[in-house]
C-alpha cells in the first residue's frame, strides 16, 4: 500500500498510517531550521518551525525495519535540535558525510561552501559491502524547481551503498522528490511524503520521466 507512492501531507500523520517495521532505508534533506529565504524570496515550509520536523523522527524510526540505516542531510546551526531528537528517536549517529562544493552558498562568519549529512543507524545493521567514502562529490542542482533541490547524482550512491534492489526507500521531506526518482533509478522502491501540493506534482512528472526513460 505505501510502495511506489507519492504522498502529499504533513509527515507525522501520513507515517502514524505506515506500518512498523516495513521500510528499509531512509534518505531525507529536512528543513534546516534556518528560516531560510533564497535570492528570489522562496522559502520552505516549516524551515522556521522545528514542531512540524523533529517529531516525524520518532515516526522515522519506528516505520524503519530492525537494523537499518537512515540518512539525513542538515544545518550545522540546529545540530543540537537534530542530533538531540534522533538520539530521542533511537537513532544512533554511526557516520557523516561531507560534499565540498566548489561555490560559496553564503557568506558570514565563514564562507559557507558545504553540505553534509549524518548516517543513522536503528539498531546494527549489517555494514554495507562496499562503505561510502565520508567525503562525497557535489552536484549542483540549479535549484530551477525547488529552493533546496538535491541532485539525483548526490543522493544516489547513497540508496546504492545502503539498500539492495528492490528495498523501500522513504522521504519524509521530499520536496521535488529526488529522492524517490534516485531510488527508482537505482531500482529500489519508494515513498515521498511532501507537504506542498506543487512539489507532489512535480514528483509525479519527474517520476513519469523516468518510467519512460527505463521503458
Ligand atoms: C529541504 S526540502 C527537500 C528538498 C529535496 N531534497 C529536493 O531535492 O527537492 C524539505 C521539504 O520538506 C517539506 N516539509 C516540511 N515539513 C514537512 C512535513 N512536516 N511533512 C512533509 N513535508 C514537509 C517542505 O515543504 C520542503 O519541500
Not at 500523520?13 to 506500518?19: D, G, K, S
Not at 522515522?60 to 538531540?84: E, H, M, N, T
Not at 554511526?94 to 558545504?114: D, E, F, L
Not at 562496499?130 to 548526490?154: I, M
Request: glycine share 6%; hydrophobic share 35%.
Amino acid at each position: 500500500m505505501f510502495r511506489n507512492q507519492i504522498i502529499c501531507g504533513e509527515s507525522l500523520q501520513v507515517l502514524t498510517q505506515c506500518p512498523s517495521n516495513s521500510v528499509d532505508l531512509v534518505v531525507t534533506d529536512p528543513p534546516y531550521l534556518i528560516n531560510y529565504k533564497d535570492s528570489s524570496g522562496r522559502t520552505l515550509l516549516n524551515d522556521d518551525n522545528p514542531e512540524g520536523v523533529l517529531p516525524v523522527f520518532d515516526q522515522v524510526s519506528r516505520v524503519l525495519k530492525p537494523d537499518s540505516y537512515c540518512i539525513s542531510f542538515y544545518g550545522w546551526s540546529a545540530i543540537a535540535q537534530f542530533s538531540q531528537c534522533w538520539q530521542a528517536a533511537g537513532l544512533r549517529i554511526v557516520g557523516h558525510i561531507v560534499w565540498p562544493k566548489p561555490y560559496t552558498s553564503r557568506a558570514g562568519h565563514v564562507r559557507y561552501a558545504h553540505e553534509a549529512a549524518y548516517v543513522l543507524a536503528k539498531g546494527k545493521p549489517q555494514r554495507p559491502e562496499k562503505p561510502l567514502k565520508d567525503v562525497q562529490s557535489w552536484q549542483y542542482s540549479g535549484n530551477r524547481s525547488h529552493p533546496t533541490e538535491k541532485a539525483v547524482k548526490v543522493i544516489a550512491p547513497l540508496i546504492k551503498a545502503y539498500s539492495k534492489p528492490g528495498d523501500l526507500v522513504l522521504d519524509p521531506f521530499a520536496g521535488s522528490g529526488t529522492t524517490a526518482v534516485a531510488a527508482a533509478l537505482s531500482g529500489r522502491d519508494y515513498l515521498s511524503i511532501e507537504l506542498e501540493q506543487k512539489y507532489c506534482q512535480l514528483t509525479e512528472k519527474r517520476l513519469a520521466g523516468v518510467a519512460r526513460y527505463c521503458a
